[in-house]
Structure formats: structure tokens, C-alpha cells
């Protein structure tokens, strides 16, 4: 795999691809196939600097190195990490070479955060030589969340090739503006930084009623600590939780383990709602995330809303019988990915989803709830998973359910402290509501603006890496970069073809 003397080689490559184009187009003489050959050569450059970066999914990360350890040639002080809230996270290493005729001559750092599986790369600032202090620093301000906790190692390289690992030691990102205070109960952690006692008992009170609920009526009880974090000023906390792509709600998750909440007058109604949506979408995330592919979004935001206490307004209700019995309704297969981004197509697809979760609760019992949400965390497809849980496809349940509201069948009204059904659990006492949008929650640090989303899917995690040298801007300069070489390669055919065409009329 390519190293970072491979990139820079690229790179000079490429500004002598770029520098031989122009000399060559200045040149009366110049011929339109040295112009292309010229074209043709800046465009592997970049491909190859787009496949070859970090961590892209088809040729695994483009500065990888094989782990291995030479401890009797390479030594190494214990990493540091030093956290700049707001800003940047400093890593920093010193190593040493036992011979001084085999220089070190490369330092990678190797991070995940916090349950993801993907390795990012970074590469630190340092001179090659028999010792070595090098440097990396991550901007972190609108990617990663208060909280966040940050796994790290370095490997380190010799001119020979011998190379050791550092071990893995972790640093979490906290908020270190304030003094924070805590209160706690069963799996819940309440954070908050206000002198007001009353904030941090209140949210957790919240997050306990909604847990509760999760459990007396579907039996279902969160697998790990769930943390609260509660901001008090609209500043400080769009400040923490504000990141690209995503509109900034009373609540916000991150993974699924924090969750976050502005919790200030005259909004603290609107607050603890969000909280309860965040704290179900959390629960949500635990039972049923998986390494394969994430359960639709229209359950997510249906289960999160319902749990919530949120119910369909009778306007609403008719709009939506109106729509079955009129075939209108949005198909929930449309509503697996993201929601729909439009307004009025969007707001149909939040009580879509809401109902639909709500026929749910109403016609299943909640062991097979429960038993669907086990088949998600097993990796099944949605047909799958609702067939092994519910006993019904996707399409048969969803035939149910239109059924349901073309006939204007009444349902329950739903609450948000509501009697504790047959077949749940009896409360253990201690249960925590999430809040959030129903759009969903706030995720990895890799996200953007779902307009760029496909930059991701072309470009792999390298994403992550260029976004160490070109910040919050990077989809959008590889965005440019993509339709440059679309274009390019538009621009050399059509000129080869009707170069072609030109050399057969003067031959002819």
C-alpha cells in the first residue's frame, strides 16, 4: 500500500500534469492528443489519490501498515493526548531507534471512536531520524460530541522496515468549560452545569419514566449506561452538539450511549419531550444495531415517538385515513433510508411512521416485539426480521395496517405514562426517556449533509482523512474534485472523437 512519500509523489505528479496542460495549450503546435495524454495523466493522479487514502473501503486503509512488533529495534515513550475542547486533540509520541544506522522514517496514528469498528489514520507532523517527537493534530470542532471517547495507538516505522505498535490508551472529549455535577440511578447518568439542583434530578426523573414504560409495556431494558448531558444556555450548547448536515433539536443522541439536551425556559416542555424521543431512539439503537445493515428508519422513529407519549392529532388521523383509502400513503420501504426532505412529504412520513409503530403496539403482543427487534440484532433483512418477530412480511404487515386506518378502525390514545401491558416486564425502577427529533439523532463522526452523502460511498473512510487537511469543507472539495474528473474524462472523449472525425476528413 502507498505511503505518504507515494502520495506526495502523486500529488507533484499531478501540478506537473496541470502545469504540462497549460505550457502545451499555449503552444500553437500543440496537438489535442498531447493535451489528452496530458488530461489522461492528471486523472489517474487523482484516482489514485481518492483509492489510496485512508481507510477506503476496496484497498482497506491507503497508509495501513501491517501491525509488528521489533521492541528490540524500536522504542517508544507511552502516547499522549492532550484535548482542546472546542478546537483540536493533540497526539503526540517520542520514539527512538536502538541502531543510528536505521532511522525511523515513519509515524502513523491509528483512532477509532467510541463503538465504531472503523480504524481512521492520521499522519503527524515530525523529522525523520534516530529519535523522533511527532505531532498530529485532529480538529474535532463539529465532529465529535462532549463525551466522546477516543481509542488510539501509533505504529512506527524504520528505514529497514522494522515497525512497532504502540498500545491502544484512550482519551475521552470532554467539555472541560464548565463543572459539571452528576446524579445517578440504575443505568442513567445525569450531567448538568447549572446551579439549579432541580436540572439534574429533573431530566433523570424524565429518563427513568421513559425506561420505566420501555420496560412494563415491551419488556425492554437497556444493555448499556446511558448518559445525560444537559446545557442550560442555547450558545453552549449548539456550540457542543452543533455538527455539518444536521438540524440542531432540543435533544440529540450520539451512538448509543450519550444523549444530549438544551434544557432552559420557556422551552422545557418541548426539552423533555425530545429527551423521551432521544432515550427510545437510544434503546431503540441497543437492541437491534448490528454490523450488517441498520433496521428501517420509519420503526426508529415510530418506536421513539411512541414511547415518547406523541400520538397522531385527529386532524391528522383523517388525513391519513383520507390517504389509504385513496392509495396516497408513501410506501414504508420508501421510508427504510432517511426521511423524505420536503415538508409536506415529510411530515407525512413522521405519522406514517408513528402510526404504523402504534397499529404495532396495539396488534402484537410484546414478546413478539421484542423478538423482532432480537432478529434486527441478528443481522436479518426487514422481511426477515418482521416474519421471525411478528409473523408477517413487511408488505403483509403493512396491508394490515392501511387496512386499519382505510376502515378508521379506533386506536388506543397513547401516553407517555401509560398502563403496563400483558407479557411485559415488571419494573426494576430504574428507566430513562430519550428525546430527540424525529429525524433522528446526531452519529459518527464521519456524517455530512445527506445531499453529499454519496461522497462517502465513492471515496470510502479516505473521507476521514482528507478531512484532517481540508476540515468541515471536505465533502465539498471532493464533491469538486469528482465532478473535475467527470468532466475531464467528458471533455477527452468528446475531444477524441471529434479529433477522430477531423483526421478521417482530412485524410479522405
Request: net charge neutral; aromatic share 10%.
Amino acid at each position: 500500500m502507498p505511503t505518504m512519500a507515494h502520495i506526495q509523489y502523486l500529488l507533484r505528479a499531478m501540478c506537473a500534469s496541470i502545469g504540462g496542460i497549460l505550457l502545451e495549450r499555449r503552444s500553437v503546435s500543440c496537438s489535442w492528443n498531447a493535451f489528452a495524454s496530458q488530461i489522461y495523466r492528471m486523472i489517474s493522479v487523482l484516482a489514485l489519490i481518492a483509492l489510496y487514502g485512508p481507510g477506503n473501503d476496496y484497498f482497506g486503509y491507503g497508509f495501513g501498515v501491517p501491525v509488528a512488533h521489533a521492541d528490540s529495534v524500536v522504542d517508544s515513550d507511552p502516547a499522549l493526548a492532550e484535548v482542546d475542547f472546542g478546537n483540536e486533540i493533540r497526539f503526540l509520541v517520542r520514539a527512538r531507534s536502538v541502531r543510528a544506522d536505521d532511522p525511523l522514517t515513519s509515524v502513523l496514528l491509528l483512532y477509532r471512536v467510541d463503538e465504531s469498528a472503523v480504524q481512521n489514520t492520521g499522519v503527524p507532523s515530525f523529522q525523520p531520524g534516530a529519535v523522533v517527537s511527532a505531532l498530529y493534530r485532529w480538529r474535532v470542532s463539529g465532529v465529535l460530541l462532549p463525551g466522546a471517547e477516543v481509542r488510539y495507538q501509533f505504529q512506527i516505522e524504520t528505514k529497514s522496515g522494522a515497525k512497532i505498535t504502540t498500545p491502544e490508551q484512550s482519551v475521552t472529549y470532554n467539555d472541560t468549560r464548565f463543572d459539571w455535577r452528576e446524579v445517578k440511578s440504575g443505568k442513567v447518568t445525569a450531567h448538568w452545569h447549572s446551579t439549579d439542583a432541580n436540572t439534574g434530578q429533573t431530566i433523570l426523573d424524565e429518563a427513568t419514566k421513559t425506561l420505566r414504560r420501555m420496560e412494563q409495556e415491551f419488556g425492554l431494558v437497556p444493555d448499556r449506561p446511558i448518559s445525560l448531558y444537559a446545557y442550560v444556555r442555547a450558545p453552549d450548547y449548539a456550540s457542543a452538539v452543533a455538527t455539518s448536515g444536521r438540524s440542531l433539536e432540543y435533544a440529540v443522541g450520539a451512538g448509543m450511549a450519550r444523549v444530549y439536551v438544551l434544557y432552559a425556559e420557556p422551552n422545557t416542555t418541548e426539552a423533555l419531550l425530545a429527551l423521551r424521543r432521544e432515550i427510545a431512539r437510544t434503546v431503540f439503537d441497543q437492541k437491534t444495531t448490528n454490523p450488517f445493515s441498520p433496521p428501517p428508519r420509519w420503526l426508529s422513529v415510530g418506536f421513539s415517538r411512541y414511547v415518547a407519549g406523541e400520538d397522531v392529532p385527529a386532524e391528522n388521523q383523517k388525513v391519513l385515513t383520507d390517504f389509504a383509502q385513496n392509495n396516497r400513503l408513501l410506501a414504508l420501504k420508501t421510508l427504510a433510508g432517511n426521511m423524505p426532505t420536503a415538508d409536506r412529504e415529510r411530515a407525512l412520513a413522521l405519522e406514517e411512521s408513528l402510526s404504523a409503530f402504534k397499529y404495532m403496539a396495539g396488534a402484537y403482543p410484546p414478546e413478539k416485539i421484542r423478538a423482532m427487534f432480537d432478529a434486527f440484532k441478528e443481522g436479518n433483512t426487514v422481511d426477515d426480521a418482521l416474519k421471525k418477530g411478528l409473523g408477517n412480511t413487511l408488505d403483509q404487515f403493512e396491508t394490515k395496517w392501511k387496512n386499519s386506518l382505510r376502515l378508521g378502525l379506533p386506536q388506543k390514545p397513547n401516553t407517555a405514562n401509560p398502563t403496563p401491558r400483558a407479557g411485559g416486564a415488571p419494573p426494576s425502577g430504574s428507566a430513562a426517556p430519550r428525546a430527540g427529533s424525529g429525524t433522528g439523532s446526531a452519529t459518527s463522526t464521519s456524517a455530512g449533509p445527506e445531499s453529499l452523502a454519496f461522497v462517502d460511498l465513492v471515496f470510502g473512510q479516505s473521507v476521514d482523512f482528507w478531512k484532517s487537511l481540508f476540515g468541515e469543507k471536505t465533502r465539498h472539495v471532493l464533491l469538486g474534485a469528482l465532478v473535475f474528473i467527470v468532466a475531464a474524462v467528458g471533455a477527452v472523449v468528446i475531444g477524441s472523437v471529434a479529433g477522430a472525425i477531423r483526421q478521417t476528413r482530412d485524410e479522405g
